[in-house]
């Protein structure tokens, strides 16, 4: 019984050589993986770290644009309060100008009642010596 142990004995030594040669194989196939794995997760983190320093000049410009953008918008707003100012300066004259009319046609008015009433005493005198 003993001869036939001993084939069996090597028949499983030599499998089990198999299995850690199998083992092996696949250890290093899973390292290989692993490394290229780990290269292109670089690669990938190099990406991802240009795409957002891309991202953070693209914010950067948009930030330098509105902050253009404000100042400009300030200064169109001072430019509309200086003409607010020089428009109510010109209503203010164009008010003056307007009261002075009519004070004016108030006057015209008055010199204009006063030529009707001296017209009309003078019509009557002039009727009066007509008479006589």
Same mark, same amino acid.
């Given at each position: =019984? *003993? *001869?036939?142990?001993q084939p069996l004995i090597l028949e499983q030594k030599m499998n089990q050589k198999r299995s850690y #040669? ?8 899973? !390292? ?6 780990g290269c292109a997760t670089t690669d990938a983190l190099n990406k991802a770290q240009t795409t957002a320093?891309? $991202? ?5 410009? %948009? /930030?330098? /644009?509105?902050?253009? +953008?404000? @100042?400009? %918008? $300030?200064? %169109? ?6 003409? /607010? !100012? @020089? ?10 100008? /307007?009261?002075? $009319?009519? +004070? ?10 006063? !030529? ?7 019509? *009557? =005198?002039?009727? #009066?010596? =007509?008479?006589?």
């Amino acid at each position: =019984m *003993r *001869r036939f142990q001993q084939p069996l004995i090597l028949e499983q030594k030599m499998n089990q050589k198999r299995s850690y #040669k199998m083992i092996a194989l696949l250890g290093t196939s899973l !390292v290989c993986a692993a490394l290229l794995g780990g290269c292109a997760t670089t690669d990938a983190l190099n990406k991802a770290q240009t795409t957002a320093d891309q $991202a953070s000049q693209k914010a950067d410009e %948009a /930030n330098a /644009n509105a902050n253009s +953008a404000k @100042t400009a %918008a $300030a200064q %169109a707003s001072q430019k509309a309060d200086q003409a /607010n !100012v @020089t428009a109510d300066g010109a209503r203010s004259t164009a008010d003056q100008a /307007n009261s002075t $009319a009519n +004070a004016a046609q108030a006057e015209a008015d008055k010199a204009m009642q006063a !030529v009707n009433n001296l017209a009309e005493k003078i019509d *009557r =005198m002039f009727k #009066k010596t =007509m008479q006589k």
